[in-house]
DNA sequence: GTGAAAGCGCTAACAA
DNA sequence: TTGTTAGCGCTTTCAC
């Protein structure tokens, strides 16, 4: 690997100058930068970023932790962050905690090591406390909030969306309409609740709380909490489910399988988040979608802008829009 | 932030002392590591990596390549290579090329000035050319080989895993079968043709020409694709397709669908990888399946190998087993 | 516009 | 077992 000083001797000039016209151009007259600029490239010259950093006391990375990425909206959500990221020059650390806090607090002390510029956070449980030591790191929480304050945050307006969907099948006919949730404690789950009762309340509905119930974001949750519902007393039995995630829907689906009963024509079917599956399924699935990519740029930009800036901004909290895409899984009751 | 010389005054112990008992325990006295343990944690140093890793020459980052982040099976791959890295302490830059060769020379480049001790990359056309230039670092390719000969490879068996998938299409009675590939350059289309090849010329089947081509891994190119095999004159049409990936499973029912097809009674269908919403299609589909997971544990773990030997092995290539699930997208030919 | 010299925080030879 | 000293490769004052 060529060094700086490579450089320089070859262009008959000093390391500094070398330095000056790789990273401020116009502080070298045009004559060395060119020469130099053809020699760097000729020997294949590139900067060690650890060097650098060390006496800059800075680095161009910044870190995102999401809780899953195999899950396709946070995948989508992570392109749009490296997409704002690489505008500006800057690395994306991408760390998957899946929910475990062990991991969260593990990568948190790797990025933070590496000394980041800032950070994007999906929250769990717990990131709250680990958010309060990180004192001063420009900091945007994405999709859910921690409930600690001082952080930029972009989100999806739940409340709406499941408002959206919950009149949706209301205004088909059903009465009794379950909840499957994600992990309670989770601020995207309450807001989604609160839309769900909102919307029940409004129209003057009755709410069982054997309606309301968590599949914690998993498959095998949701799957559960499927079969649970679907064995209440058939007077008292949803008629529509509302179902907080792709992952648990599937775990719906399965459960209506195993139970002999038909999307649409025995329960109704919304869901949150339109993965690219949801339109072929049989029937298509009415969903309620979000824009992951939108939100991963939106985020990232204002972290930039936090980076840049010397002054913390005040922190903004964002809401991106939801809407409801009805497709055939949604019907009136019989 | 505290320094390491922080840490040495409070101790009163050079700041030799305070780097050895935190990276080579053995080397410092039992009292002494203790005391400077507990004022480390108490004045909660960190060291700056960019400061040790200027000194050291190296980092403790390897760098991964993939082509879709979004591409359930890729995730799945990376939590595989994430969760080996970490047992090795090692830091994992995950970069998503998006197949751009424009994206990966410079994604590339920025992985190589990060000084990463090593490499392991989901190859495009193009990757073969530019893994020449890296000269002696230890790199894995997954999924697909670039061609590239001295690097380890962690491949799928995709000849067996489409022989099996077009045996038992042709068991059913299949005669006329269709393929649809991911891009004709790439290997791992190539071994699928090959295997799709083998076991029609096994039974003595006709080939037809018109019955293979490729959607390019996209949703939309095996719309297209599908669209037009199932426009030949039912003579000549596919009784029986084979989709080479999960994305374009989804182009495929589409097509089916907007045609008026049932899939299984009209087209039987045999997708590669098994997305978690295979089962629950209606019906659910038949797939050939790969372990994701496993071949990024399987690649870091050969990575790992290398790169902590001082010598470099003799490139391992490696055939991970694939096997097919036979559920409901399969009949026999009507 | 350019060079000399100092230093970022850390580690590794070399002494003691 | 520990301290002293000399850097890692780069950037950044401060002169000129």
Excluded at 321 to 327: A, G, M, S
């Amino acid at each position: 690997m060529a060094t700086i000083e490579d450089v320089a001797r070859e262009a008959g000039v000093s390391p500094s100058t070398v330095s000056r016209a790789l990273s401020r151009p116009d502080m070298v007259s045009q004559e060395t930068r060119d020469r130099i600029l053809a020699i760097a490239h000729q020997l294949g010259y590139q900067a060690i970023q650890q060097a650098r950093q060390a006496r800059q006391q800075a680095s161009t990375s910044i870190a995102l932790l999401v809780t899953d990425l195999e899950n396709p909206f946070f995948a989508t959500l992570a392109k749009g962050v490296q997409a704002v990221a690489d505008q500006h020059g800057c690395n994306v650390l991408l760390y998957n905690t899946e929910e475990d806090e062990i991991k969260e607090d593990r990568y948190l002390k790797l990025a933070l090591q590496q000394k980041i510029q800032g950070l994007l956070i999906v929250p769990t449980r717990g990131t709250a406390s680990r958010l309060k030591e990180l004192d001063d790191l420009p900091t945007v929480e994405l999709d859910c909030a921690s409930g600690y304050a001082g952080v930029g945050q972009v989100l999806a307006e739940n409340v709406r969306g499941t408002v959206l969907a919950t009149d949706h099948l209301i205004q088909l006919g059903h009465k009794r309409i379950g909840f499957i949730g994600g992990h309670p404690e989770v601020s995207s789950t309450r807001e989604r609740l609160e839309g769900y009762n909102q919307a029940m309340a409004l129209a003057g509905l009755v709410r069982d709380p054997r309606w309301v119930d968590y599949g914690y974001g998993l498959e095998s949750g949701a799957e559960e909490v499927t079969r649970k519902l679907m064995s209440l007393p058939p007077q008292d039995r949803p008629t529509a489910l509302f179902v907080s995630n792709a992952d648990m829907m599937i775990g719906t689906l399965t459960a209506l399988r195993s139970l002999g009963l038909q999307v649409a024509q025995d329960v109704s079917l919304v869901g949150f988040d339109d993965p690219p599956w949801a339109k072929v399924m049989q029937p298509p699935l009415t969903v309620v979608a979000q824009s992951p990519f939108e939100m991963g740029r939106v985020a990232c930009g204002i972290l930039m802008q936090n980076v840049q800036r010397e002054f913390v901004l005040p922190p903004l909290n964002i809401r991106l829009p939801t809407h409801l895409i009805v497709r055939g899984s949604t019907a009136r009751p019989r």
